[in-house]
């Protein structure tokens, strides 16, 4: 591999040697795309045909006088096939896999959307598909299990590790240096080993294209800043694309968990407890003790829940071209309740960090201001959290019920 | 020098034996028990695995001794009392075997440092390859110590000779796809993998990734230098303890 895929001292590729050639195959193979205009047309033409690309942009006016600040426009990633952004990359990948001509896919997932993905993609494209997950990951996002295995795929739960979804890369690696041949890894985020972070964020850019084009069209004007979740950087990445060379003030959220100094959230880029290191064949910042051994990280997002974050965005944070914030699982439940109510829209608890704080800075901002915020995926899978968290009386009732009419 | 130390032991030996253990698996006391068995069953040289939370390149077998190991609270300090101990009482060479991070955090002059004081002789690095490993192999230089590479069956007879350039005291030669602990067939397929190895450099070659029975072990004679058993003796410690380590070393030449 020729290109290491550095941004500053953030990236790399520390790959066994079992997988070197499988990396220059696959660096050759994004190169030759990238420079073959085809490719990008028939990459647009099956995101329009079959998710729902351009995706809309939402002016979200109860929200916007509700905080009587800046105007407040919302992304609408979770009306792609699928819910969430993960399919913008796993369409493009899945180009990529058959020019490749391998016959079998595999990817870890941890909300389960980007399981979901590719399950779907395999389904269409005719792939052997072997989704893994973390054990914890499967217990929490159930109604993604259901519909990946729907899909035809088999759905691996780790049981090593912490249980979630670095396990579940671990998992996916050792498939892969096994497999090779036959077998492409459609990694789900702007992580992991060179090319991985330039080629999902390439994938990803429709994004921010999109709502940049979007924004300037109906209002005239860039936003001010614009806002996405961080979990491994992929929505970021995708939604900060469009406005590297503007004024935009780029946010990214991360989670918080049960704040900051409790040791329980997923902060690389905002807390203490975070330091550079090399793991899952990159380097970044992660969460790890003074050994580089890795912590435990909580979210009651499963997407977000994840100890690196994408090199791409530990180097905008370090040259200060973006800013991040943490959103801990309380303010989380609160600004996914006030959306739901106000603009009749269900983010995903992932996307629900980055509302958490767009809603903090809007009333600060002026009227003429805009803000954009990426809804990256929709709340439906989060169905069991999120009843848990209102504590829902009905929905326990149809629970028991239930559970009574298997047991009978 | 390890290359020549092991070039010497070769002339008295058809085939040579390296073993691997996790540092701290099941626990520090056993570690020190199963490294005596070990040597006095005559191994030649030893991978002391310093225990990491994501080791990608391995199996099940060293995963889960990995993270037993971790769950005991081995830390990278301990580790390297550890082999300080093992490398002053027993008179065969010991590498150290981890993951780039755990270097990476320790400072990596300083590792090298600590590993030259406490008489290591160098180090398997398997998430490394040579083209990240500019300060590693500087520091491993500075301080006499053997930065020991990997050949794997996809790697091309050019990147080999690349590799070479890079590489002291012997070349690791994955036997196969896939991680450590599964089988391997040692079949014809190894043989031509193998002499492709045995013309891209003249550092002694070491076999691993499933090698389990004195069969393997026989098969490698005249086709490499060392043969390196990992799971197979974590396996045998678990279910029957060090007599059973010891006979089946013993057996295997
Ligand atoms: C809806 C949604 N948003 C965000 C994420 C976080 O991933 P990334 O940071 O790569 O966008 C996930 C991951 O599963 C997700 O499902």
């Known amino acids: ?408 | 020098m390890l290359k020549t130390y092991l070039k010497e032991q070769k002339r008295k030996k058809d085939i040579l034996l390296m073993t691997h253990i996790v540092i701290g698996y099941p626990d520090f006391e056993q570690s020190l028990n199963i490294v005596e068995t070990m040597v006095n069953a005559g191994v030649d040289m030893m991978e002391l695995q310093i225990p990491f939370s994501e080791p990608i390149a391995d199996g099940p077998v060293i995963l889960k001794a990995n993270q037993k190991a971790l769950e005991n609270g081995a830390s990278v300090r301990e580790c390297i009392e550890f082999a300080k101990q093992v490398s002053s009482r027993f008179d065969i060479p010991i590498l150290f075997m981890t993951y780039y991070n755990i270097l990476f955090k320790y400072g990596i002059e300083r590792f090298a440092r600590v590993m030259a004081e406490n008489g290591l002789k160098g180090a398997i690095v398997p998430d490394l390859p040579p083209e990240e490993s500019a300060d590693y192999l500087k520091a491993m230089s500075d301080y006499n110590l053997a930065p020991i590479f990997i050949y794997a069956p996809t790697t091309s007879e050019q990147r080999m000779k690349y590799i070479n350039e890079f590489a002291q005291g012997f070349i690791y030669c994955v036997a196969r796809k896939g991680v450590t602990g599964a089988e391997t067939s040692f079949a014809s397929q190894l043989e031509s993998y193998l002499s492709r190895c045995r013309e891209a450099t003249d550092l002694p070659l070491a076999v691993g990734f499933g090698v389990k029975s004195k069969k393997d072990v026989d098969y490698l004679k005249g086709k490499a230098d060392i043969a390196v058993i990992g799971s197979q003796t974590i396996r045998l410690a678990d279910q029957q303890g060090m007599a059973g380590v010891e006979d089946f070393i013993r057996g295997l030449r």
């Open chain 1, 1 to 408: 591999m020729d290109n290491r895929g550095y941004y500053s001292q953030f990236g790399g590729a520390f790959l066994p040697e079992i997988l070197a050639a499988t990396f220059d195959e696959l660096e050759k193979m994004f190169e030759d795309v990238k420079n073959d205009p085809g490719f990008w047309q028939a990459y647009e033409e099956i995101m329009s045909s079959y998710s729902c690309r351009p995706t809309p942009l939402t002016f979200a006016g109860n929200l916007t006088d509700h905080f009587g600040g800046a105007k407040i426009y919302i992304k609408r990633e979770d009306l792609n096939h699928t819910g969430a952004h993960k399919a913008n990359n796993v369409m493009g990948q899945g180009l990529l896999v058959q020019r490749m001509g391998k016959k079998r896919v595999i990817a870890e997932t941890g909300a389960g959307q980007h399981g979901v993905a590719t399950a779907t993609m395999a389904a269409r494209f005719g792939f052997d598909c072997t989704i893994y997950m973390g054990e914890v990951d499967v217990e929490r996002q159930r109604p993604n299990v259901f519909w990946m295995e729907r899909l035809g795929a088999a759905v691996c739960p780790v049981k090593d590790g912490t249980r979630i979804l670095k396990d579940a890369i671990n998992e996916a690696f050792r498939d892969w240096v096994s497999n090779m041949d036959t077998t492409h890894y459609v990694l789900g985020t702007a992580c992991g080993p060179s090319p991985f972070p330039e080629m999902v964020t390439y994938f990803q850019s429709v994004i921010g294209t999109e709502a940049r084009a979007q924004i300037l069209k109906v209002e005239g004007q860039l936003p001010a800043r614009v806002y996405a979740c961080v979990g491994g950087g992929s929505n970021a990445m995708g939604l900060f694309s469009g406005f590297l060379d503007d004024p935009v003030e780029l946010v990214g959220v991360e989670a918080g968990g049960k704040g900051l100094n409790s040791g329980k959230h997923a902060s690389r880029l905002c807390a203490e407890d975070a330091s550079i290191g090399v793991a899952q064949g990159y380097k970044t910042y992660f969460l790890q003790n003074s050994d580089g051994q890795m912590r435990e990280t909580h979210s009651i997002a499963a997407g977000l829940d994840y100890v690196g974050v994408s090199p791409i965005l530990s180097d905008l944070k370090e040259s200060g071209k973006a800013r991040f914030e943490a959103a801990t699982d309380t303010e989380v439940v609160e600004a996914l309740s006030l959306t739901i109510q106000k603009e009749g829209v269900i983010p995903a608890l992932e996307s629900a960090h980055a509302f958490v704080q767009a809603f903090k800075e809007a009333p600060q901002l002026s009227k003429d201001d805009i803000i954009i915020i990426n809804q990256s995926g929709r709340g439906d899978k989060d169905i069991f959290t999120v009843a848990d968290a209102f504590d829902d009386p009905g929905w326990k009732a149809f629970i028991t019920r239930k559970a009574k009419q298997y047991n009978a």
